[in-house]
């Protein structure tokens, strides 16, 4: 009782919370099971009851409030609660198969539950004019948020232990990548290393070829000047006989000269050339 000067507005707030609650329960069902990725047909199904169940808060406060015929409203909330716990058993049996975990807390507590329910119905039955008695769903309520409680309890620890394994292999995974980035690195080190030294090999090389080339070309200039300096001693010592020659000969045809003169000047001539040549 929590209206205990205005004892009918208990009527209100026991259907106003029920119907909330239960609510809130498939929420937390589907939320906690994910049943839209497992079971998106039955996922569906609970979502338009929840619907259903809100739009029903509105009207039976609404027939309560015209009538207030308390005993229609507790079989409205009778019906209400067991579809709710048929719904709930059949999705928590459609779950089994689907890699969900904790399930077990989840249908514990709905026995408890049940068994909560099915003693207010044998209760109320007795006399069906009376106001439901609300302890022993309040007490199966309670047990069935205690089951739901420690599952939620030991899903946080469950995740964060997955959490804690999936960063272990995460960190073991980067370990591995930065080795095989160390790796990488070692390698292309090694080659670029061993690139510079085909490189400085080569230019080794070129460079003794180079050397080899200018040996090579200032061995050449030398031979050319001494070419040219040989070119121009016999030049200039071939000129000198040449002339004499021409000149005899020149007077040999004009016959100027008597045959001793010419004699005399063969003479010469030959000495000349015999100088040249030596």
Known sequence: TIFSEAPRLNEFAWYATVQFAFVAYFQLLRGFFHTKAFIPRWDKIVSRWSSIRLISIPIGLIILLVTFNVNRINWIIICSILIDIALSLVVLWKLRTQP????????????????????????????????????????????????????????????????????????????????????????????????????????????????????????????????????????????SPINSIQGVLHLMNSDALSQEEVKMLSKNLNNQVQITQN
């Open 100 to 239: 969900v975990h904790f399930l077990g807390y989840f249908f514990f507590g709905i026995l408890l539950y049940i068994i909560g329910v099915v003693t207010t119905i044998v209760i109320f039955l007795q006399d069906t004019s009376a106001s439901i008695l609300t302890q022993p769903i309040q007490a199966g309520i309670c047990l069935q948020l205690l089951c739901y409680a420690i599952g939620l309890g030991m899903r946080f620890r469950y995740n964060e232990l997955q959490k804690r394994e999936h960063q272990k292999i995460l960190i073991s995974e980067l370990k591995a990548h930065q080795e095989i980035f160390k790796q990488v690195n070692r390698d292309l080190e090694e080659k670029v290393e061993e690139r510079t030294q085909e490189v400085a090999a080569k230019n080794t090389r070129l460079e003794a070829q180079n050397h080899v080339l200018q040996e090579q070309k200032d061995r050449l200039e030398s031979l050319n000047n001494l070419k040219a300096k040989l070119f121009s001693i016999i030049s200039h010592d071939l000129r």
